[in-house]
């Protein structure tokens, strides 16, 4: 096998950080801010706010890949690691570099201690996933949503304001999180199967793990409406969270006619898309 350029390692890496899914974060915390104090928008901690996200998933989405290099052999050999254009020293190089970065925006803050102590906790979350956690299946998958709803949390500390309100939009995240982790299991049954990894799908069965992402997708759509009774957000969330909403209802029924892992592979890209249409319907329901 030739050697990989510089170039190729660089493209490698950034596919590896997912770069959608750390926009996705780094804007969530901007959210969470500005949910806690709407005059944040334009300031600096909106800035230190959405780079401390991006950085700190970025750096997990690496690790996540460094770990998971022997099953992506079996799953997707044509990813970074497994076709050998990233090295696994290098992977892990990078992903000590953007954690470190991560947590050293994380004490830009108006509450530094909490704000790095919430970002130190999401990495030990991260680290224990990917070493361990990732092979109890259901736990694992919890964990990951836990991550994906704590910037929620984060942007309110940031800010100085934390609000009771935050952990609406931070339920939310973790339920249509904890879906996608199920489905993604299913499109994932070989390789997870062969390396141990007790995936709910790998335990129980492709039907009963997308009947289980499907109900908590209903019920983040249940839940969405919360915000707009309790007057959290504006009219204009509603078009956007309507969007998100009926996309959630669809990839639920998709998944519980039609199981298959090339039906998972589908629809959990479609949940990317759901999920980013429900964060941009909090940014414009909160300015």
């Known amino acids: 096998m030739q050697p990989s350029s510089p ?13 959608p899914n750390c926009f996705m974060i780094g804007i969530a915390v901007v959210v969470g801010e500005i949910i806690a104090s709407p ?22 989405m690496v690790l996540n890949d460094y770990f998971d290099r022997e099953i992506d052999a079996i799953n997707d050999p044509q990813r970074p690691l497994p076709s050998g254009v990233v090295r696994p020293t290098e992977a892990i190089s990078c992903a000590i570099i ?19 102590l919430i970002a130190i906790a999401s990495v030990a979350i991260m680290i224990s996933y990917n070493a361990k956690a990732k092979k109890s299946g259901l736990i694992g998958n ?19 304001s934390p609000t009771w309100s935050l952990g609406i939009f931070a339920t939310l995240a973790f339920l249509s999180s904890l879906g996608r982790e199920i489905i993604k ?7 997870d199967a062969a390396k141990g990894v007790r995936s709910v799908a790998a335990t ?34 509603v078009p956007l969270v309507a969007i998100c909403d009926v996309g959630f ?16 592979e589908r629809n959990k890209k479609f949940v990317l898309i759901w999920m980013t249409f429900g964060l941009l319907a909090f940014v414009i329901g909160t300015l």
């Open 249 to 264: 209802i669809l990839t639920a029924y998709s998944m519980s006619t039609d199981p298959s892992p090339r039906n998972a």
């Open 142 to 160: 919890a964990l990951v949503s836990t991550n994906m709803a704590i910037p929620f949390v984060y942007g309110g500390f940031a800010v100085a």
């Open 204 to 237: 129980k069965g492709n039907s009963f793990a997308a009947r289980e992402g499907a109900a908590l997708f209903i019920g983040a759509v249940a839940l969405s409406g919360l915000p707009l009774i309790l007057n959290l957000v504006s009219k204009y969330y």
């Open 98 to 116: 953007l954690a470190s970065l991560g947590l050293l925006f994380a004490a830009k803050s108006e509450r530094p201690t909490w704000t790095l």
């Open 185 to 191: 299991g299913i499109a994932d049954v070989s390789g």
């Open 7 to 19: 170039f190729e390692r660089t493209v490698g890496l950034l596919t590896m950080m997912r770069l």
């Open 39 to 60: 005059e944040v928008f334009y300031g600096d901690l909106a800035l230190y706010g959405f780079l401390t996200g991006f950085l700190l998933l970025a750096a997990g």
